[in-house]
């Protein structure tokens, strides 16, 4: 039977083969549009570290200007680093399982095998919690040990990639490379590592590339190193040196803890406000309390990962597949309706009215899945554009990795197919209903 | 001439539902269609503005010192003793952050030493220059004068810790939001510890750093200081059409000129701009392509559905022409028709339209769409309609009488 029906669809779509090209064009450009804009939203507000979603938090603290809030569209959240001295007196606490807390420094790299030319990197200098509570996948070796860090020992851990630059991939672990002008340890080689949106560090590029190399945190104030990302300061202050700098109330680290459990989120709340009702009776703190430990997916969500036009394309994705699909329904009830006089024949000679329900759905189904695999086609090539239009690697610093993302992969196959059966059934369904439901008798009559 | 809508709205009704379906396309046609086209306007018309300065002409090399033996001084002076010498430079200035770059430094500057209240600051994008800023960026000086070469204050660092610059050059825009309907030249301003400045010199405006972010500050002032020695950039300016050669000759020297730093990327000015528009740009390009798209399918439906229509009625249309119709009659039902679709759907549109830009100005402080654009998209639309149901209604006429007399 199903055999005849896909016959009698070809039959159809040969007598009007404009009509059939315009559905199959609208269901494919539908599903086209929208499995683009779902694929960089889908990027764009990912979860990179979805498994760890409950025992991650991202640790702020509101010690902004007591005028007004720090970011005026979100006047509710504290800013998203921290002071030097606040971090540093919340990482001693041993309530959480691990802690970071790092900034971004520009940095050189020499040494190695390669003999090549110092190059210039970009340095996460960060506490040893960082590797382990991240689950940064090591290639060789591992994270250096916390007693590294206050007292800095002279350890690196550096990238897959800069690995093979330097030592064209061989085992790096114990060699002493250069970082700016002091030698340093190899402890580690990343495999590749690509968290995106890049949850840890939002506010300083939420999709630009991981850092090339990490070193201790003591290298920051031992070394005088500024931070490459974003400095924020509300209180006019005399910095005459680093020391002031890191005495002021200027938030430039970023900062997260592991939490095993409830209680332990409830035990680190309570410890954050009696510092800071401490030192709100020493005078800082001018803001009402604001202190917040904020899970990877509220902490995406509250610094807008996702921007405003991905949100906006997205409904315009849909709203362009309804206007495919209510284009369909009426072209497809047209076109039913048209062959009505053949229909009548058909009940007329004992087809039942789901018999024509069935042989008019085959027919859609036709439809379907040769605009599923147009809008496959379609979607490739968008995606293929879309990674040309968003090719900034021309950026003067830090070009992201946004491009090798957005791309076909299983998900968005299903998603289309999917996608474009339910949407063309969707739209079949009422007009295959209709000339179903038609009295044979008048179609049989005359015109 | 009438248009006899009264027998065609009693015919539409009596079969709806396509009628109903085109509507409704013409309703998200319409509220798509005016507000991407707004959207698209404000992009495209920032990204068209002018910057202000000659960036055609202008590149950025990005410098990175390290180590002890690090001569920041001495690296500088050679460095631009260098590109200054060359032929085909215009000028040559150290610089904190890239113009355009989308990164900067911001302070906030007010009238009075001791006050601290927000409402009284001013904030400003600031460039950390010497005395060859204005010849580099390619700014008019309008009042006042620039700054000399003993008044460029070394790197802000523990050595030398002046937060804030005695002499300072302010855009226009900057001059008159900090002092409305005032000469600004000569004027003191504080910063927040109370040091002074003065206002030297007045020049034309530019985009500062954050060209697109609405957030930053867009008024821009010039301090007479070098920049800090970890990751400064030089801007270099070159005579027309040379940039590109000058960029080449700059790249292969200064990559071995000094082993005490590196440089980090050498890019014209034209594609840092690229890049912090490179979000506007593409999300124009999508919201238009989606657009005509839409407004194409929605045009191609309207035509199928009055084609078909015109098949289905050929003998309804064939009596009607016997009994007396002319031709002008028939294309004209057909056009009438789709008007009073087109009508339905455009009334449902306006108010869709205008729930949607309401709804997007809530919830991304975007600007209120504004009404020019409904009603060109009205028109606009209703032009559409009534093109793609022009051929198949003029079809329809050719239906000769004699078809009433026969069955099919």
């Not at chain 1, 009940?347 to 599923?372: C, D, M």
């Not at chain 1, 992969?409 to 179903?436: E, F």
């Not at chain 2, 455009?346 to 809530?362: E, P, R």
């Amino acid at each position: 039977m199903i055999t005849y029906y896909l016959r009698l669809a070809l039959k159809s779509f040969r007598r009007s083969p404009g009509l059939a090209v315009l559905m199959v064009c609208a269901i494919g450009l539908g599903i086209a549009a929208c499995v683009m804009t779902l694929t960089i939203y889908h990027v764009k507000s990912g979860n990179p570290i979805w498994w760890k979603n409950d025992k991650l938090y991202a640790v702020t603290m509101d010690s902004w200007d007591p005028n007004k809030a720090y970011d005026s569209r979100h006047p509710s959240m504290p800013p998203p680093q921290v002071t030097y001295k606040d971090a540093m007196y919340l990482a001693a606490s041993k309530i959480p399982e691990h802690s970071a807390v790092m900034f971004r420094a520009l940095g050189v790299l020499s040494g190695g095998t390669a003999q090549r030319r110092p190059e210039p990197i970009i340095t996460r200098v960060t506490t040893a919690g960082f590797f382990p509570m991240f689950d940064v996948p090591f290639l060789y070796g591992g994270g250096w040990k916390s007693d590294a860090d206050s007292a800095p020992g002279p350890v690196i851990v550096i990238t897959r990639e800069e690995n093979d630059k330097l030592f064209a991939g061989a085992n790096s672990v114990g060699r002493t490379i250069r970082w700016n002008d002091r030698d340093f340890r190899i402890v580690g080689v990343l495999d590749y590592w690509r968290p995106m949106p890049k949850f840890f560090d939002l506010n300083n590029g939420a999709f630009t590339e991981p850092e090339d190399a990490y070193i201790p945190f003591g290298w920051g104030p031992a070394l005088q190193l500024v931070s490459a990302g974003n400095n924020m300061n509300w209180k006019p202050e005399e910095l005459k040196t680093h020391k002031d700098f890191l005495n002021s109330e200027t938030i430039w680290l970023q900062m997260w803890v592991q939490l095993p459990n409830s209680a332990a989120v409830q035990r680190m709340q309570s410890f954050l406000d009696s510092y800071w009702a401490e030192q709100h009776k020493a005078g800082r703190f001018p803001r009402p309390r604001n202190n917040r430990l904020t899970d990877v997916s509220g902490w995406l969500a509250a610094n807008d990962a996702v921007s405003s036009d991905d949100e906006m394309l997205v409904g315009l994705a849909f709203a362009f597949l309804a206007v495919c699909l209510i284009n369909t329904v009426g072209l497809l009830l047209a076109k039913f309706l048209n062959g009505a006089a053949i229909t009548g024949m058909r009940r007329a000679l004992g087809a039942s009215q789901r018999e024509i329900f069935t042989q008019h759905l085959v027919e859609v189904g036709v439809l379907a899945v040769a605009g599923a695999l147009l809008g496959l086609v379609l979607s490739a090539f968008g995606l293929w554009a879309l990674r040309v239009m968003f090719d900034d690697s021309d950026a003067i610093f830090g070009a992201s990795g946004l491009p090798q993302l957005v791309r076909v992969d299983v998900s968005s196959i299903v998603a289309t197919v999917a996608l474009a059966v339910i949407a063309a059934l969707a739209a079949g369904l009422y007009p295959a209903w209709r000339v179903g439901r038609l009295p044979p008798a008048i179609y049989l009559k005359s015109q | 001439m009438s248009l006899d809508i009264r027998p065609i709205f009693s015919a539409l009704l009596r079969n709806r539902t396509g009628a109903v379906l085109v509507a409704l396309q013409v309703a998200i046609a319409l509220a798509v269609l005016t507000n991407a086209v707004y959207i698209v306007d404000q992009r495209v018309t920032m990204i068209d503005r002018p910057t202000g300065i000659d960036d055609a002409n202008m590149f950025v090399i990005d410098s990175t010192g390290f180590g002890g033996r690090f001569d920041y001084n001495a690296s500088l002076r050679n460095d631009l003793d260098y590109l200054r010498g060359l032929s085909g430079v215009v000028d040559a200035s150290p610089i904190n952050h890239a113009p355009l770059s989308g990164g900067g430094s911001s302070t906030s500057i007010q009238l009075q030493p001791n006050i601290r209240n927000s409402s009284d600051t001013h904030p400003l994008n600031y460039f950390e220059m010497d005395e060859h800023e204005l010849n580099t960026m390619g700014l008019r000086l309008i009042a006042g004068r620039n700054f000399r070469a003993e008044e460029i204050l070394q790197p802000f660092s523990p050595a030398h810790p002046d937060a804030f610059v005695p002499q300072i050059i302010l855009t226009k825009k900057a001059a008159e939001s900090v002092f409305p309907k005032q000469n600004a030249l000569g004027k003191t301003v504080y910063d927040g510890e109370g040091h002074s400045a003065t206002i030297i010199g007045i020049v034309e405006d530019m985009l500062g750093t954050w060209p697109n972010t609405p957030q930053a500050p867009q008024s821009v002032a010039f301090f007479p200081r070098l920049p800090l020695m970890y990751g400064f950039y030089y801007l270099v300016r070159t005579r027309p059409g040379q940039r590109d050669a000058v960029m080449r000759t700059v790249e292969a020297h200064m990559a071995t000129s000094n082993p005490d730093r590196v440089i980090r990327s050498v890019k014209p000015l034209s594609s840092i701009k690229r890049i912090v528009y490179l979000g506007d740009r593409n999300m124009a390009i999508f919201l238009a392509t989606v657009t005509v798209l839409l407004v194409a399918i929605t045009s191609l439906g309207i035509f199928g559905l009055a084609t078909f229509n015109v098949s289905t009625r050929t003998k309804q249309i064939g009596t009607r022409r016997a009994v007396g119709a002319r031709r002008g009659d028939i294309i004209r039902y057909f056009m009438v028709e789709n008007g009073l679709i087109t009508t339905t759907g455009v009334i449902l549109g306006c108010a869709l339209a205008l729930g949607v830009g309401y709804w997007l100005s809530l919830q991304y402080a975007l600007p209120r769409l504004d009404l020019y654009y409904l009603v060109g998209g009205i028109l606009g639309l209703w032009t559409l309609g009534q093109i793609a149901v022009w051929q198949p209604a003029r079809r329809a006429s050719r239906v000769s009488p004699s078809v009433a007399t026969r069955t099919v």
